[in-house]
């Protein structure tokens, strides 16, 4: 499972440029409150024209993602997440196979955002504000050279799951249990990386400390072996510490000046000062733990995430695995520079933010490889939240919770 721990800097995403110091994106909804509200003014309605798919490639992108999830909704299993905030499980299937259906049949991306309209209802989430704002950062797998032995050169592994780590029935660590049966706390990245007791599970090892740390942060990545070999690993779990952004914290020591913020920045950063990695990340107290895994990159449904149309949310909030559109700025290519554009697409809310644990937060997943890196380095667009629903009833005017 992805985790959709991208929180280098902002607490959601490999490095990411600063964020609006207004805005609390971090922000908890109040108790009893609905992160989504329906829309029933049309003149709050995004453009989903804009967002439609207008070639066969990026159709059939997005009918793979969307058969992904439905595929995570057809075991028995996704019941038990349902209903959330007012979506049953049936609404949440009916709808994908809906949507699927007119996206095959019509084309024009005018006529096919009319269809939608006319048979959706559209949701939007509340956002950090109660007025929708919403932080969409980004993540990726990163490729890096690694080694399944220990060597001179590859020295910084990462490790498989201890077996005395227990889990509830939502994969969530409560503790580590001891030879007596007794469960106590989980230890922090400090002692788990200083006290040895994580001998023999190493899984793989890199040349580069940070590296390593960058793997807990992106939640999986790919290995290029010393023979060739490719190597995959996927989350496998984690401690229950508590996440903290050494993005946040070099910029308070003024390590980093702003205008420079970015993850190409802190690898600089670090790479001109290696002594002091340890004393920043191990104030991160999370610490996560890999498997190999083939065929992924996988998100929290256990289905492989797709480029640009796999969407990663705090799932407590959020019905997981059902169409979203997403309407914010991400960066692309032109020549040498990364420029924002805007960024308006149907995605499918199929990953979990580890950090992310907020109405107004959203991590895009970019793609696999030292570009995707660099564009989800410097991700950070304010934008909107939509969900699409089949049409249940009559729709009043204004915007309302949902029932």
């Given at each position: 499972m992805l985790t959709g721990l991208c929180v280098l800097i902002l607490?959601?995403?490999?490095?990411?440029?600063?964020?609006?110091d207004a805005l609390d994106f971090d922000r908890p909804l109040p108790p009893g409150a609905y992160a989504l509200r329906r829309l029933v003014d049309p003149e709050m309605f995004p453009d989903l024209a804009a967002g439609c798919p207008t070639d066969d490639v990026s159709r059939s992108l997005l009918v793979t993602a969307i058969d992904r999830s439905l595929d995570y909704l057809a075991h028995p299993s996704s019941e038990t997440y349902y209903p959330l905030q007012g979506i049953t499980h049936a609404q949440a299937v009916d709808s994908l196979m809906a949507f699927r259906s007119l996206l095959l049949a019509v084309q024009p991306p005018q006529e096919l955002a009319q269809q939608i309209l006319d048979r959706f209802d559209v949701y939007q989430s509340v956002g950090c504000d109660d007025r929708g704002a919403v932080l969409f950062t980004g993540y990726y797998?990163?490729?890096f050279e690694g080694s399944l032995e220990p060597t001179g050169q590859y020295r910084y592994p990462l490790y498989r799951l201890p077996s005395d780590?227990?889990?509830?029935?939502?994969?969530?660590?409560?503790?580590?249990?001891?030879?007596?049966?007794?469960?106590?706390?989980y230890p922090a990245r400090r002692e788990l990386e200083t006290s040895g007791q994580l001998a023999g599970l190493e899984l793989?090892?890199?040349?580069?400390?940070?590296d390593a740390y960058i793997c807990h942060v992106q939640g999986s990545a790919r290995f290029r072996l010393p023979d060739g070999r490719e190597?995959?690993?996927?989350?496998?779990?984690?401690?229950?510490?508590?996440?903290?952004?050494?993005?946040?914290?070099l910029l308070a020591d003024e390590k980093i000046k702003?205008?420079?913020?970015?993850?190409?920045?802190?690898?600089?950063?670090?790479?001109?000062?290696?002594?002091e990695v340890d004393p920043y990340c191990q104030q991160n107290e999370s610490f996560i733990f890999f498997q190999e895994s083939s065929g992924g990159p996988f998100g929290s449904l256990g289905a492989p995430v797709t480029p640009y149309r796999s969407l990663a949310t705090d799932k407590s909030v959020f019905p997981r695995g059902c169409l979203t559109y997403v309407d914010t700025t991400v960066p692309v290519r032109e020549g040498p520079h990364l420029i924002g554009r805007p960024f308006r697409a149907f995605m499918l809310d199929q990953d979990t933010g580890g950090a992310i644990r907020a109405a107004g937060r959203a991590d895009i997943y970019l793609g696999i490889g030292d570009e995707a890196g660099r564009i989800?380095?410097?991700?950070?667009?304010?934008?909107?939240?939509?969900?699409?629903?089949?049409?249940?009833?009559?729709?009043?005017p204004g915007a309302a919770p949902l029932p």
């Amino acid at each position: 499972m992805l985790t959709g721990l991208c929180v280098l800097i902002l607490g959601g995403a490999a490095g990411c440029k600063k964020k609006d110091d207004a805005l609390d994106f971090d922000r908890p909804l109040p108790p009893g409150a609905y992160a989504l509200r329906r829309l029933v003014d049309p003149e709050m309605f995004p453009d989903l024209a804009a967002g439609c798919p207008t070639d066969d490639v990026s159709r059939s992108l997005l009918v793979t993602a969307i058969d992904r999830s439905l595929d995570y909704l057809a075991h028995p299993s996704s019941e038990t997440y349902y209903p959330l905030q007012g979506i049953t499980h049936a609404q949440a299937v009916d709808s994908l196979m809906a949507f699927r259906s007119l996206l095959l049949a019509v084309q024009p991306p005018q006529e096919l955002a009319q269809q939608i309209l006319d048979r959706f209802d559209v949701y939007q989430s509340v956002g950090c504000d109660d007025r929708g704002a919403v932080l969409f950062t980004g993540y990726y797998t990163p490729i890096f050279e690694g080694s399944l032995e220990p060597t001179g050169q590859y020295r910084y592994p990462l490790y498989r799951l201890p077996s005395d780590l227990v889990k509830n029935g939502e994969g969530l660590c409560i503790g580590r249990r001891l030879d007596d049966g007794r469960v106590v706390p989980y230890p922090a990245r400090r002692e788990l990386e200083t006290s040895g007791q994580l001998a023999g599970l190493e899984l793989v090892y890199l040349k580069d400390k940070f590296d390593a740390y960058i793997c807990h942060v992106q939640g999986s990545a790919r290995f290029r072996l010393p023979d060739g070999r490719e190597f995959e690993v996927g989350y496998a779990g984690k401690n229950a510490g508590e996440y903290q952004s050494v993005g946040r914290l070099l910029l308070a020591d003024e390590k980093i000046k702003p205008e420079e913020y970015s993850l190409d920045a802190i690898r600089r950063y670090f790479r001109e000062h290696p002594g002091e990695v340890d004393p920043y990340c191990q104030q991160n107290e999370s610490f996560i733990f890999f498997q190999e895994s083939s065929g992924g990159p996988f998100g929290s449904l256990g289905a492989p995430v797709t480029p640009y149309r796999s969407l990663a949310t705090d799932k407590s909030v959020f019905p997981r695995g059902c169409l979203t559109y997403v309407d914010t700025t991400v960066p692309v290519r032109e020549g040498p520079h990364l420029i924002g554009r805007p960024f308006r697409a149907f995605m499918l809310d199929q990953d979990t933010g580890g950090a992310i644990r907020a109405a107004g937060r959203a991590d895009i997943y970019l793609g696999i490889g030292d570009e995707a890196g660099r564009i989800a380095g410097w991700t950070a667009g304010v934008g909107k939240l939509y969900y699409l629903f089949l049409k249940a009833g009559a729709a009043e005017p204004g915007a309302a919770p949902l029932p």
